[in-house]
């Protein structure tokens, strides 16, 4: 995670445009990454909590089909995989905008200081879920878990996010 000091500038001083290009492709990498960490901790979860892996993820579909995806159990094309796009497409929001504000500016320079900035960027996007989002747009699974165990999810989303922006900006610095 170690850039030196030429790195850092160049990347700061990029055209507009080219920080724009970096931040999206950062974005869909990390967002990749934090999609899927926070959506195994979802199976994980669910299947402790609730006896099944696929409900966390199927409430998520609630945005297009209401309350009938608070109740499915089981894994189906018209529930979990349109949760997962919901999902994914959600991470991938958080991570363009992270990497844009923070991640492709100032690279971290030890695996504390990127796992803090992913943290804030997971408390931020917990906190606008479920303050500032009507309630028939948030992501759903808080009918399914804990508090506990949805801090696990967005502490396993920043996990992802920090690990994503590493192999992304790794890939950009060779």
Known sequence: MQSSESEK?????????????????TGLI??????????VALAILGRYETGSSAATTN??????????????????????????AIHHGSSTFWAVLY??????????QSVPAALGGAGIAAAT??????????????PG???????????????SF?????LGCAVANRERMR
């Open 99 to 108: 990497a844009w504000l923070h991640a492709n500016r100032r690279p971290a």
């Open 9 to 25: 500038s160049s990347a700061m001083d990029a055209p507009p445009a080219s920080q724009a290009a970096s931040a999206i492709r």
């Open 141 to 155: 699974f808080e009918h399914h878990l804990s508090k506990g165990a949805m801090a696990a999810v967005y502490a």
């Open 158 to 162: 920043a996990v992802g996010l920090a």
């Open 59 to 84: 409430a998520t579909s609630h945005w297009v089909w209401d309350r009938e995806a608070l109740f499915r159990r089981s894994p189906s094309l018209r529930h979990t995989v349109l949760s997962y």
């Open 30 to 39: 990390a967002g990749a990454f934090a999609s899927v960490a926070s959506s």
């Open 125 to 138: 996007a917990c906190a606008v879920d479920y303050l500032a989002t009507p309630r028939r747009l948030t």
